[in-house]
């Protein structure tokens, strides 16, 4: 069974950076295409960006745009999110899975907390 593992959060300062990453056991990473989501407290799970399979095209909710990046890399089959200029509003647990139908069982996703 595929197993999504996602990593590096943590609670940051208005204003900060972090590096997310997504690993899968038992399935390569290569093949899909991949998305970051974000489930904020007391609100849905929501898209925040997808990475294409292997022409790195990349879409990005409104929200985020310009402040978050995502890439990957086939040889290490992972993908990350880069945080950047992170706002209050962007805490939430962070998850990946393939785009745009998240066909995968969740993770347990990685907390981002933002103060103000």
């Known amino acids: 069974q595929v197993q999504l593992v996602e990593s590096g959060g943590g609670w940051v300062q208005a204003g900060g950076s972090l590096r997310l990453s997504c690993a899968a056991s038992?399935?390569?990473?290569?093949?899909?295409?991949i998305g970051w989501f974000r489930q904020a407290p007391g609100k849905g799970r929501e898209p925040v960006s997808c990475?294409?399979?292997?022409?790195?095209?990349?879409v990005y909710a409104a929200s985020v745009k310009g402040r978050f990046t995502v890439h990957r890399d086939n040889v290490k089959k992972m993908v990350w999110l880069q945080l950047n200029s992170l706002r209050a509003e962007d805490t939430a647990v962070y998850y990946c899975?393939?785009?745009?139908?998240?066909?995968?069982?969740w993770g347990q996703g990685t907390q981002v907390t933002v103060s103000s």
């Open positions: 990475i294409g399979v292997s022409d790195g095209t990349t």
């Open positions: 038992a399935f390569p990473l290569t093949d899909v295409a």
């Open positions: 899975n393939s785009a745009p139908q998240a066909s995968f069982p």
